[in-house]
């Protein structure tokens, strides 16, 4: 069974994970430099790059200890490639090349974007095509994915993305990084009608998103304000905006795939209940079913990682040792 060990390193997680061809984690190993960054509110790219050197050693014999297998095992080593914060992406490229060089086995360069979109083919059975919002700290697009290695972008942010809106609500709040979690939770007590905030982008065409907007008008409503109305009312905005869009980006797709059913939520916003309430609501409504990998695995990881990896390998796609880290890499 093709096995492949997949490495993680592009933001604030080290991690490693190994992967079969029958859809099987045989380890998931995360390891999250969150104490390392609390102090500075945010994800500081020089720290991250030095704490990925540190650990990256120690979790990838963490991965092959849970799994029980040796290097040997491995048909080939997948890695990110970009895109991200690149010091980090440098220290897995270069870890990754090293063991698949020592031990002859192929080298793997995964785009970062394509293990978010993949990862519901490992963990439910997805056929392509399907059309895909990936909505993380860092991206925030609607793709539609005909096949591994083949995407068409629809549209995206044209300023933040979703999770850093997320992020920054938390921050002004007081709340702790990363945001989303703790402004979903402290949403759950608060009148989301409590502020009409304007809702991004609606109504215009195409499935572009803004999110820059929505967070200056939380900033000036935010002061006196009870914080639980105040993330209420962003995460219900934020919620209108989405649905809006989705519409748009479901027209888009149905003119490419006039009966394709699947729309798959993926990146770490995904994790969010409300969101996923309403958009599978709105997807009953055009015959179509969301599908999203669970928590765990929507935020990075290195399964998704190895995942890409299989899905790759399986098609001929491994790369050569002369592959140069990336920061950005479009789809
Ligand atoms: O995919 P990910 O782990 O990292 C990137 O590639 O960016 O996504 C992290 C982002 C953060 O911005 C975090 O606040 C957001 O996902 N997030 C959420 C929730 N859980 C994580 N946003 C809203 N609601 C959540 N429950
Ligand atoms: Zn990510």
């Known amino acids: 069974m093709t096995t492949i060990l997949g490495i993680e390193t592009s933001c604030d997680e080290t991690a490693a994970a190994i992967v079969t061809g029958a859809k099987e984690i045989r380890a998931n190993i995360v390891l999250s430099q969150l104490a390392e ?62 063991i698949a060089s020592v031990h002859n ?21 997805i056929e392509f095509p399907y059309l895909l919002l990936l909505v ?15 995407y068409t972008i629809l ?10 809106a997320f992020d920054k609500v938390a921050k002004m709040l007081g709340l702790p990084q990363p945001g989303g979690p703790h402004v979903e939770k402290m949403a759950k007590d608060g009148d989301e009608n409590a502020f009409a905030f304007p809702i991004p982008m609606k109504g215009r065409e195409g499935c572009d998103l803004s ?19 105040i ?4 995460q219900r905005t934020a919620c209108d905006a989405l649905i809006d869009r ?29 969101i996923r309430e309403r958009l599978t609501a709105l997807l009953a409504e055009h015959d179509m079913r969301l599908t999203a990998p669970p928590t765990a695995l929507c ?18 796609l491994t790369d050569s040792l002369d592959f140069e880290p990336r920061a950005r890499w479009p789809l």
């Open 37 to 98: 960054h609390a102090a500075y509110g945010g994800v500081v790219p020089e720290i991250a790059a030095r704490a990925h050197m540190e650990h990256v050693e120690r979790v990838i014999a963490k991965a092959l200890a849970t799994a029980q297998c040796s290097f040997a095992d491995l048909d080939a080593i997948a890695v990110t490639g970009g895109p991200g914060l690149i010091g980090g992406v440098i220290v897995g490229v270069m870890t990754a090349k090293a």
């Open 105 to 125: 086995k192929p080298f793997i360069a995964v785009n970062h974007l394509e293990g978010h979109a993949l990862t519901v083919r490992l963990t439910s059975d």
């Open 136 to 150: 993380s700290g860092g991206h925030c697009q609607f793709l539609i994915a005909h096949g591994v290695g083949n």
């Open 155 to 164: 549209g995206g942010t044209v300023d933040d993305a979703l999770g850093e």
């Open 211 to 229: 999110f820059s907007g929505l967070k200056t008008a939380v900033r000036l409503a935010a002061p006196g304000a009870k914080p639980e109305d």
């Open 231 to 234: 993330c209420a009312s962003f």
């Open 246 to 274: 989705t519409k748009n980006a479901i027209a888009m797709f149905r003119k490419h795939y006039p009966t394709g059913k699947d729309f798959v939520l993926a990146g770490g916003v995904a994790a969010n209940q409300k």
């Open 299 to 316: 935020t990075d990881n290195a399964a998704m990682i190895a995942w890409a990896g299989i899905e790759r390998y399986r098609l001929g």
